[in-house]
């Protein structure tokens, strides 16, 4: 854990502690999900700041979130598998599949007159390594006639090295594209604030763990102030994540955060129902 200064860290995701079964089980299910449909796309959305809870919630955008549905073990969740397709390199065909659903999700969307509307991909460390992310995106949006601004690309420090160029020269592309960069689960890793010196973002979303008390606890109150000022401070647009209550929103409103996010404005939702319950949000 110690370092100097250039040192590289990895940081190990939990699952590689899963005993080796279970990870042979899981990279088969992730295949057989892969091959035989079994990948389940939940769009959860995100709102403007400025909706009062209580009064109108306006949707700016949605996120896209995967599961798998197991014949037999029922809906898995991301938490689990995600770390497996990323030691296994499935991570590649599942983040293509999710893009495409969500550039079709979107681009229906649109149709339907919800033409403002943004899209947040989550992006494993592997997808950015392996190449071809920026070219595929790229792709996916002149197909469905999508302006690249609408695109947000949500990054964790997991397995991202740091001064990584690769990375850096990744970011750039996207941004050149249009698309914009948020730093996601924000306060949890080891290296947030280095990341934010190093790597262009321009939105920072505030991880769900700092929200859980933050009606009932002034110090977790006083953090997440400093984290919203600090992001402002930087020009980023600040989003908090796991508002389950309406006194968290108020809180969260009341120091400035941009957007919300969590289940109080709304659960994820399967993609096929998305439309008919967003539109009326
Ligand atoms: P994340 O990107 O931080 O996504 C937010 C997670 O918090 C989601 O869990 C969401 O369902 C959950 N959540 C939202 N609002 C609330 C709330 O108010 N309270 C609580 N307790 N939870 C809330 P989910 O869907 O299980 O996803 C877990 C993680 O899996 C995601 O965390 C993301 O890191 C990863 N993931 C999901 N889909 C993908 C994907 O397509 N590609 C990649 N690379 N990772 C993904
Ligand atoms: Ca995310
Ligand atoms: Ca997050
Ligand atoms: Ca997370």
New binding site residues.
């Given amino acids: 854990k110690g370092r100097s200064p250039g040192e590289y860290r990895l940081y190990q995701p939990s699952t590689t502690h899963l005993p080796a079964h279970q990870m042979i089980a899981l990279e088969r299910d992730l295949h057989r999900a892969l091959n035989e449909d079994g990948l389940r796309l939940?769009l959860?959305p995100i709102v403007t700041a400025d909706s009062i809870p209580g009064g109108r919630v306006t949707l700016s955008g949605v996120?896209?979130?995967?599961r798998i549905e197991h014949p037999e073990h029922g809906v898995l969740?991301?938490?689990t598998f995600?770390p497996v397709a990323e030691a296994s390199g499935l991570?590649l065909p599942?983040?293509a599949w999710?893009m495409e659903q969500g550039l079709a999700w979107l681009a229906a969307a649109t149709r339907q007159g919800l033409d403002t509307l943004t899209l947040s991909?989550?992006?494993?460390a592997r997808e950015i390594h392996a190449g071809g992310l920026v070219e595929r995106l790229a792709e996916g949006l002149a197909r469905h006639a999508l302006a690249p601004h609408r695109i947000i690309l949500?990054v964790?420090e997991n397995l991202m090295l740091e001064r990584d160029e690769v990375v850096l020269e990744t970011f750039n592309a996207l941004r050149s594209l249009g698309c914009r960069l948020a730093i996601?689960?924000f306060g949890t890793g080891f290296s947030s604030m280095s990341y934010l010196q190093h790597l262009p973002f321009d939105i920072v979303k505030i991880d769900?763990c700092f929200v859980s008390e933050l009606h009932t606890e002034p110090r977790q109150a006083a953090l997440v102030a400093a984290m919203i000022e600090m992001g402002h401070a930087l020009g980023l647009s600040v989003t908090v994540?796991?508002?389950?209550l309406n006194e968290q929103a108020r809180c969260c409103l009341d120091n400035g955060a941009d957007h919300l996010?969590?289940?109080?404005f709304c659960?994820?939702v399967p993609a096929q129902e998305a439309l008919a319950r967003f539109i009326t949000l």
Avoid: A
Avoid at 241 to 244: A, C, L, P, S, Y
């Fill in positions: 939940m959860q996120e896209t979130l995967v969740s991301p938490d995600i991570i599942l983040g999710v991909f989550n992006v494993s949500e964790t996601d689960d769900r994540e796991g508002i389950e996010q969590g289940y109080y659960r994820p």
